[in-house]
């Protein structure tokens, strides 16, 4: 990857790209020790994604942003903030975060930046529209992020065809319509996260047979609803959050699998007898408040060492099973129950 180097007064070089906070401190610290050891570099962007960039900037720019202050067209586009080039010249990331004179769309024109790995735009309250349909020509897209702006309509279905895709964020915007049962199938993807958006319908019945070796899905503060496919508890997630949602039957299947170590089910309809189910030794976070959960807690749940846990406003019954690690939590996160009884609750009768 090539970033922006300036020459100080003592012939040393610098990259003043890298100490922007809008790359991740892991990259930023891989693109700095790169180019102060390689001092000779030469900055040729490429024209088409010059073109794109520009049509990208006269989209975004209603406001005469000041993010696109150096975005100029005699430049090389390879020295303008936001964006780092490979040593091709080809634009590989497109990073905009907390700039609310970033006013307009995400233009079409990005499905214009063929080698695009990464695109992460974030806290941009101006920022509206929908996603373009042209991000199917991504196809060396490995990080999409739309995370805390103003964007709305359907998650395009093209997402699941894009084979490198390993994290998809689509968070706190106002995406609605149902989840593409297609974002199962990209082979690479590890991080899918949709949630704070206004999607509908059920969770896809192909979520139970994700392509990929996904470790985390969350999908809360939506208004997803209907039964959870049952294949999902087979699937090796790692953190699953489906809370704040209208999900309902039966969820105890999702306790499964070894690979579990966090969920969340608040806030929905579940109802089933928690009285059985075998919890993962190493489940670390359980929240099941407010659901119709009857039955009592598993005699197991004593034993693991958890660091969170909420099973308030059910209509659990019987006593609480003893624990080290159980005894430290408040009782609040086990009130409101039919006859919930033993500490941290008052003694069982």
């Known amino acids: 990857m090539k970033a922006k180097y300036e020459k100080s007064s003592r012939n040393v070089y610098s990259c003043a790209t890298c100490e922007s906070s809008l790359i991740l401190p892991h990259l930023r610290m891989l693109i700095c020790f790169f180019f102060l050891v390689n001092s000779e570099c030469s900055f040729v962007c490429h024209p088409k994604d010059k073109k794109a960039l520009l049509e990208i900037k006269a989209d975004m720019n209603n406001n005469n942003a000041s993010t696109?202050?150096?975005?100029?067209?005699?430049?090389d586009c390879c020295f303008w903030s936001n964006t780092v080039c490979d040593e091709n010249?080809?634009?590989?990331?497109?990073?905009?975060?907390d700039a609310d004179d970033v006013v307009g769309r995400l233009s079409p024109a990005v499905g214009d930046l063929r080698y695009l790995q990464?695109?992460?735009?974030?806290?941009?309250?101006?920022?509206?529209?929908?996603?373009?349909?042209?991000?199917?020509?991504?196809?060396?897209?490995?990080i999409f992020e739309i995370t805390s702006n103003n964007?709305?309509?359907?998650i395009p279905d093209v997402f699941g065809h894009l084979k490198s895709l390993q994290q998809l964020f689509l968070v706190s915007n106002k995406f609605s319509g149902s989840i593409p049962s297609s974002l199962s199938l990209p082979s690479k993807?590890?991080?899918?996260?949709?949630?704070?958006?206004n999607l509908t319908g059920p969770v896809p019945a192909t979520f139970g047979s994700f392509k990929s070796n996904l470790t985390?899905?969350?999908?809360?503060?939506?208004?997803?609803s209907?039964?959870?496919?049952?294949?999902?508890?087979?699937?090796?997630?790692?953190?699953l959050d489906l809370s704040n949602n209208h999900l309902s039957g039966d969820a105890s299947f999702l306790f499964g699998s070894d690979f579990l170590y966090n969920i969340s089910l608040s806030n929905n309809k579940f109802k089933f007898d928690f009285s059985n189910v075998d919890l993962p030794q190493g489940l670390v976070g359980l929240n099941i408040a407010h659901n119709k959960i009857y039955g009592s807690l598993p005699k197991q749940l004593g034993q693991l060492s958890l660091q969170s846990i909420d099973v308030s406003y059910n209509n659990l019954c019987g006593k609480i099973p003893t624990g080290r690690r159980l005894k430290m939590f408040s009782s609040a996160l086990f009130s409101h129950n039919k006859c919930l009884c033993g500490v941290p609750l008052p003694a069982c009768k």
Do not use: C, H
């Not at 010249?89 to 975060?97: A, D």
């Not at 964007?151 to 359907?154: A, E, Q």
């Not at 985390?216 to 997803?224: A, M, P």
């Open 118 to 142: 990464a695109l992460r735009l974030w806290n941009l309250p101006n920022l509206t529209g929908s996603i373009p349909s042209t991000i199917a020509k991504l196809t060396r897209l490995q």
């Open 151 to 154: 964007m709305d309509g359907p």
């Open 216 to 224: 985390s899905l969350k999908l809360y503060d939506n208004q997803l």
């Open 189 to 197: 993807l590890v991080y899918l996260e949709l949630s704070g958006n």
């Open 89 to 97: 010249g080809r634009v590989v990331m497109f990073i905009i975060n």
């Open 68 to 75: 696109f202050s150096n975005w100029n067209p005699e430049t």
């Open 226 to 239: 209907g039964p959870i496919p049952k294949a999902l508890g087979a699937a090796k997630i790692q953190t």
